[in-house]
């Protein structure tokens, strides 16, 4: 079982950078940053940008696995993404996941770039066309496509990326069209169990709905002829009615026990942040991952 953190680009990078170095130091498999342009309850205070954030971090660390999570059509381009990704995957030296979804209407930035609002249905076939593109675009050197959302021609990816055969692409995705996209081009998926980040759910009620998230997700592999086992599953644990992720080292242990008996492979919480959202004490938090941490990688 592995473990990854958040790191919430909330912070100037004079005071963010010990984080991840501190993330590198403890352990953690992956460190991943939120890919938004402001974010829920946080909108009106201090929110820095992932891309440049995840470069500086390839630079600064050198053994943990980095990401967006998650990156959107709300606000990317799937050529620039690409480029971004392809020279992040550099910078790091083949440590990067990029993460992508199809966004979150009630992230706040949801209209920040473009004023068009699609329905549920068209921001589904939206990100269908968004992760086949940015396939194309990190597998392939020169690149086209033409589609309902998104068109580009002769598109240049060189040199490319260091990983083979592209930069690996974790997937957010709870529904059944989503997860199409999931099982056709994901390395990884991820969900956050329980969907409503406003009305926090029970952990039973979480574990309930991952479960039931799996099954679904191996019969749309079932159905498309693809190896369930193959793609990686992530949980990326919310905030909760009666569990605190990071409240413990029981607590932390449990969570972790808990979904790799669903067959989850990894389970990523959130650095602790002094009040609201994610609100922890660092102090503990670093002492149950600085004990956790061994023991899960037996798990």
Known sequence: MQSGVVILPDQRWSHTMERWVAAEELGFHSAWT??????????DGPWFSA?????????????????TMVSSPNIRNPVVLAKETMTIDDLSGGRFTLGLGAGSVGAGDTLSVSADELSTAQRV???????????LLLRE?????????????????????????????????????????????????????????????????????????LD?????????????????????????????????LGEYLELHERCAALGVQQV?????????????????FVEIAQKALPQLREL
């Open 34 to 43: 939120y890919d938004h342009l402001w974010w829920r309850s946080l909108r």
């Open 51 to 67: 891309i440049p954030i995840l470069s500086a971090v390839a630079c600064l660390t050198k053994n943990t696995r980095l990401g």
């Open 125 to 135: 076939e939206r990100f269908a066309e968004f992760v086949e593109s940015i396939d």
């Open 216 to 248: 679904l997700l191996a019969s749309v592999c079932a159905a498309m002829g693809r190896d369930f086992t193959e793609l990686e599953k992530v949980f990326l644990a919310p905030p909760m009615a009666d569990f605190d992720p990071i409240g413990s």
């Open 141 to 213: 050197p020169v690149a086209s496509f033409s589609g309902a959302f998104y068109e580009f021609e002769e598109a240049r990816m060189i040199p490319g990326c260091i990983q083979e055969p592209r930069v690996p692409l974790l997937i957010a995705a709870t529904g059944k069209r989503a997860m199409k996209a999931t099982v056709g081009y994901a390395d990884s998926w991820v969900s956050t169990g329980a969907t409503g980040l406003t009305v926090p759910s029970t952990l039973d009620e979480h574990m309930s709905a991952l479960r039931g998230q």
């Open 268 to 284: 990523v919480v959130h650095w602790p942040r002094a009040d609201g959202v994610y609100a922890g004490s660092l102090d503990e």
